[in-house]
């Protein structure tokens, strides 16, 4: 498939860029949220959960030495612990991708992050135990 050149030339200067979704029209590309780190048509699942997702997955940098094709069949689960407040106070590795370079790489980017978006109520319990727990991917 072919990559945008400015993707390749500017990906440093877009990962600095903070995303204003007000007043923003979806379009048919990207995912529904707006996030730098997939690309699905569709959002599918809890807005939360998404945000969460996103958010890492836009502070996560996997090495380039994992070829695309490897990195689509890659996936890691992961149960978060996140206070009332957003903070994340800790997380836990459920189901490795098996891949060293993958995972160690998302266990980097996770022990950076201290502040996720709060809770919602429907949420906070399952947060506050640890109990919330997405998949992550890079494709």
Known sequence: ???DPL???HAE???QLQ???EGVQPSNEGSLTGSRAGTATEAKGDPYILALIDQIGTAWTVP???KDTELANLSADVCLTI???GALTSYTV???SGNSQF???LDATLSTIKQLPPPPEKWRSAASRGRLCPTFAKQ
């Open 1 to 3: 498939k072919d990559v």
């Open 7 to 9: 993707k390749k030339t």
């Open 13 to 15: 200067q877009f990962k």
């Open 19 to 21: 995303d204003d979704t």
């Open 64 to 66: 380039t030495t994992l």
């Open 83 to 85: 206070a009332e407040s």
């Open 94 to 96: 459920v189901r490795k």
């Open 103 to 105: 995972d160690s790489s």
